[in-house]
């Protein structure tokens, strides 16, 4: 299964676009956006078009520590990603707002760097790629569901965390690739 990472460090909305659509176009099955920003036409026009052909976006919540909408992940065609830490409760700084679909580690996390090495970040960008990779597992797994299918499964899938069912702090629950992988 097709999965492509999109994260820029200076980037335009058009930048952003124009990956979406380049990645669509080349069969990406589950698009991953460790990225986030203000709403946009342009941006929401490039969402429409990934999802009008079945590709599974998921993107970072953002990390301003409130109830901020981060787009691309606030558009309904998007799988917003929350972070949680080491003790599975949301992260401080994680956004919690009525746009968060789904949770997964996102503090002290072993990541590649632009440098060519490795260093340990913490954000919403970090938990995004949890959440995708287990995506990625689901449409492997399942290669005929559609993206909406995968996405039902991902949701489905999780630890029940805060309030029970769905909430601003960790949307359905988090991620868990045991639980989506069957």
Same mark, same amino acid.
Not at 56 to 79: C, F, K, M, R, S
């Given at each position: 299964?097709?999965?492509?990472?999109?994260?820029?460090?200076?980037?335009?909305?058009?930048?952003?676009?124009?990956?979406?659509?380049?990645?669509?176009?080349?069969?990406?099955?589950?698009?991953?956006?460790?990225?986030?920003?203000?709403?946009?036409?342009?941006?929401?026009?490039?969402?429409?078009?990934?999802?009008?052909?079945? !590709?599974?976006?998921?993107?970072?919540?953002? $990390?301003?520590?409130?109830?901020?909408?981060?787009?691309?992940?606030?558009?309904?065609?998007?799988?917003?990603?929350?972070?949680? #830490?080491?003790?599975?409760?949301?992260?401080?700084?994680?956004?919690? $707002?009525?746009?968060?679909?789904?949770?997964?580690?996102? !503090?002290?996390?072993?990541?590649?760097?632009?440098?060519?090495?490795?260093?340990?970040?913490?954000?919403?960008?970090?938990?995004?790629?949890?959440?995708?990779?287990?995506?990625?597992?689901?449409?492997?797994?399942?290669?005929?569901?559609?993206?909406?299918?995968?996405?039902?499964?991902?949701?489905?899938?999780?630890?029940?965390?805060?309030?029970?069912?769905? #909430?601003?702090?960790?949307?359905?629950?988090? !991620? $868990?690739?045991?639980?989506?992988?069957?």
């Amino acid at each position: 299964i097709p999965i492509i990472p999109l994260e820029i460090d200076s980037w335009t909305t058009a930048d952003v676009a124009s990956c979406i659509t380049w990645e669509t176009d080349r069969g990406a099955k589950v698009i991953s956006m460790s990225l986030g920003g203000g709403a946009s036409t342009t941006l929401q026009n490039a969402v429409r078009y990934a999802a009008a052909h079945d !590709v599974l976006i998921v993107a970072a919540a953002g $990390n301003d520590g409130n109830a901020t909408l981060n787009y691309p992940a606030a558009y309904a065609e998007v799988v917003s990603v929350a972070a949680t #830490d080491a003790r599975d409760v949301r992260a401080s700084f994680s956004n919690a $707002n009525s746009d968060v679909e789904i949770a997964a580690p996102g !503090v002290n996390i072993l990541s590649t760097y632009n440098d060519g090495g490795y260093r340990v970040l913490s954000g919403t960008s970090m938990a995004t790629p949890h959440v995708s990779g287990v995506g990625a597992v689901i449409r492997t797994r399942h290669p005929t569901f559609t993206a909406a299918q995968a996405r039902a499964k991902l949701d489905a899938s999780v630890e029940d965390k805060g309030p029970a069912g769905r #909430d601003t702090q960790y949307g359905f629950g988090r !991620v $868990n690739l045991a639980k989506a992988a069957t």
